[in-house]
């Protein structure tokens, strides 16, 4: 797996990779969707353990749901990766290793979380077995001023690099993208369209 | 007297029935449901109206704190009638339900599950002891499957499903007038309208957008809101101007 998250000027862009795999050996499915919109504001991209990260993925936006439909308001970026990190803490989600992205009052946000609880904020980030390569790519080419559209090659880059060299990542990507106006996820099986 | 200290104790715990086998405390619930302002609920193809009454004791009294409309989750809402604080503790236990569905099963829970569940939970609470029953009646508005649905909660655990209803004070002319007026092709526009003129029957002042409170659950988008007391306004400035106009038309007469 790859995933990577940047904070951007409008926002935070996400992206991910399709791959499934069983220990880097065989690839179990080849068009998984690692983002998923936790609320209209926020996603969390998932990598290690599917199962443990679906189950973490249902706590969380119910959670989210209940917190909105008390207050009538979503949890700010900072508020749900204090509660991702409680779950993972106290939770039986073993050997997930989700990044956190999100937009609030306050900006763009990302956040790496882990399973023994920990929430750190970036600019940005990247997890999962093609983590190395993707950060190579990043280390280089994010800067804080990048536009939606230029995080989007930086990410594609991150990705598509993961991709050629790490046999746990590839099949394509998704870029999930979150303003203030909302969260779209878009699949790309090439990344030629992309960079 | 001897009769009448038997009389009082079959309504001291809420475990025993009377002889002709009456639950006092259960009945003495509906009391407090009487004495809360009215809510009332209509369903049309287009979705549900719940409309309730909030007027306030005082000018000073901040009306947005006024908890008569609840959101339970996307797909529902409900409205109260009778003690405020009983609500609060049934509607957190609706909202926790509908996401323990969504956890369990990834799908939104049906209406009448809902309602089920939290009549259910009522209706422990007119059995077990040490206990008193739910001073509060709640009418369920949402969508299942694309389909309208508007249930009523009552103190004894029943629940009933509705065209149109109403709850709390005032409540045998409400309905009455629900009956005469409800027709099963109305807009949701046309809803509010009916549940508005509904409330307004047999009130002594005059309805405002800050007084009443609008909750909509759309069965197009399948999502529940609430309406801003300017938008509430502008249904009961219409339902004034139609007023005016029909007193215009007997005038010509």
Do not use: C
């Amino acid at each position: 797996t790859t995933i990577v998250g940047l904070t951007t000027q409008d926002g935070v862009l996400m992206a991910s990779d399709m791959r499934a795999s069983l220990g880097g050996r065989v690839i179990s499915n080849k068009n998984v969707q690692k983002v998923e919109e936790i609320q209209p504001n926020a996603a969390l991209s998932i990598s290690g353990s599917v199962g443990g990260a679906q189950s973490f993925i249902r706590s969380l936006r119910a959670e989210a749901n209940l917190y909105e439909a008390r207050r009538g308001e979503y949890m700010s970026i900072d508020a749900l990766s204090t509660m991702a990190s409680n779950l993972l803490r106290g939770g039986p989600f073993f050997r997930v290793v989700p990044i956190l992205g999100g937009v609030d009052d306050d900006g763009g946000h990302v956040f790496s979380l882990d399973p023994a609880g920990s929430s750190m904020s970036d600019t940005y980030t990247a997890q999962g077995s093609g983590m190395p390569y993707a950060l190579g790519v990043l280390e280089q080419e994010y800067s804080e001023d990048l536009t939606m559209a230029d995080a989007e090659q930086v990410a594609a880059h991150a990705v598509k690099s993961a991709s050629e060299r790490d046999t746990a990542s590839g099949n394509g990507i998704h870029i999930t993208k979150i303003t203030h106006d909302g969260l779209t996820t878009v699949g790309h099986k090439e990344f030629d369209a992309l960079l | 007297m001897q009769g009448q200290n038997q009389q009082q104790a079959y309504d001291r715990g809420i475990t025993i029935f009377s002889p002709d086998g009456r639950l006092y405390q259960v009945e003495y619930a509906r009391e407090a449901v009487k004495r809360g302002t009215a809510s009332i609920g209509v369903r049309t193809p287009e979705g549900v109206v719940l409309v309730v009454d909030k007027q306030t004791r005082s000018p000073l009294l901040e009306g947005s704190s006024v908890e008569k409309l609840h959101k339970i989750d996307d797909h529902v809402g409900a409205a109260s009638a009778g003690h405020v604080a009983d609500a609060r503790q049934l509607v957190d236990f609706a909202r926790q339900q509908s996401q323990v569905e969504r956890v369990r099963y990834d799908e939104p829970i049906g209406v009448r599950t809902l309602t089920k569940s939290v009549t259910d939970h009522i209706q422990q609470y007119t059995q077990v002891g040490g206990a008193r029953p739910f001073g509060v009646a709640l009418l369920i508005a949402g969508v299942e499957g694309g389909e309208p649905r508007l249930f009523e909660t009552d103190p004894s655990g029943t629940s009933n499903e509705w065209k149109a209803v109403a709850i709390g004070s005032n409540r045998g002319d409400i309905q009455e007038f629900l009956e005469d007026e409800y027709d099963a092709g109305l807009s949701v526009d046309d809803g509010i309208d009916l549940a508005l003129r509904a409330l307004n029957e047999g009130r002594e002042d005059a309805l405002s957008g800050d007084g009443v409170g609008v909750g909509i659950v759309d069965a197009d988008t399948g999502t529940y809101r609430e309406l801003a007391a300017d938008e509430s306004q502008s249904y009961i400035d219409d339902i004034e101007d139609a007023a005016d106009d029909s007193d215009d038309d007997d005038d010509e007469e």
